[in-house]
């Protein structure tokens, strides 16, 4: 009988020792997945935010309206100023890019080629390494008090209404209208100051205290941009007004809002330096 019971505790021991050898080979297998080698990690880390293959041309007279094209993997600029090339790159708009004035007057073309797969934040950051390359862009950043636009609700109320928040927002526009659906004050503002730019010419900043998503719907004409400092929408001489509401009035009539003049922070990018003709492809 103690022969019996010495083989069982025998059999037992083996049984755990195996067990525990399976669970240290997958342990050590996970923590290979989990932690790959040291220069596989830094092969990853060290890819250069540069394209494979880069062409950078002046665009030729008569070409279409700028455009941009992205891909996974490739990136496509037509007929862009170099201003609008840095806006795109550093995701900021064209007031808050100072420097000289033939960034917003010579027009290039850019066709580049990244990595399979490599989606457009990336592309951005490979942009950013391509102008510096290129053109021989240096750049810093500032924050200014300058003149902005608070949007905020007129005194009888806004005009909007809240809508659930379910289902994607959407937002388009061009010159004289944009449309939004499901978008917040913050990003009507932000819409302000894209299709609006003409006639505002500087940042719009929400201030109206509504919070939840909103349906909007706003036009207006276009012509005839508002001259520096006012804020009035009857300011105008009689040979100035336009037949239609502007941006100002179209705000207050359709929306229940209204911009004010004043001044706040803007980030700035300062460009310290920039070559006129990029170097060869």
């Not at 924050?143 to 109320?157: A, D, I, R």
């Not at 990003?187 to 505002?200: H, W």
């Not at 004409?221 to 001259?227: A, D, F, L, S």
């Amino acid at each position: 009988m103690r022969h019996i019971f010495a083989h069982n505790r025998n059999a037992a021991r083996e049984r755990l020792r195996a067990v525990a050898e399976l669970a240290a080979i997958v342990g050590f297998i996970a923590v290979g997945a989990l932690y790959p080698p040291s220069s596989q990690a830094q092969s990853q880390a060290a890819r250069p935010l540069t394209f494979e293959v880069a062409s950078v041309k002046r665009s030729q007279p008569g070409s279409s309206r700028t455009g941009v094209g992205t891909d996974p993997g490739r990136l496509t600029i037509r007929n862009a100023t170099l201003k609008f090339c840095i806006g795109w790159a550093y995701r900021v708009k064209d007031y808050q890019i100072s420097g000289p004035g033939w960034l917003d007057s010579e027009h290039f073309d850019i066709v580049a080629k990244a990595e399979r797969g490599a989606l457009e934040d990336r592309l951005r950051l490979m942009l950013q390494a391509l102008l510096t390359d290129r053109f021989k862009l240096a750049l810093h950043h500032e924050t200014k008090e300058l003149p902005v636009y608070v949007l905020t609700v007129v005194n009888e109320g806004a005009k909007i209404h809240e809508v659930k928040a379910d289902g994607k927002s959407r937002t388009g526009g061009g010159r004289g209208h944009l449309i939004g659906q499901k978008i917040s004050m913050p990003e009507l503002a932000d819409l302000l100051t894209l299709f609006g730019q003409r006639e505002l010419g500087r940042p719009v900043i929400d201030k109206t205290g509504l919070t939840g998503v909103f349906d909007i719907a706003l036009s207006w004409t276009p012509e005839n941009p508002r001259p520096a400092g006012g804020n009035d929408p009857d300011a105008r001489t009689t040979t100035e007004k336009a037949p239609s509401p502007d941006i100002f009035s179209a705000l207050q009539q359709q929306l229940g809002l209204r911009l004010e003049l004043q001044k706040g922070p803007v980030e700035i990018l300062v460009i310290d330096h920039a070559e006129r003709v990029p170097t060869e492809n």
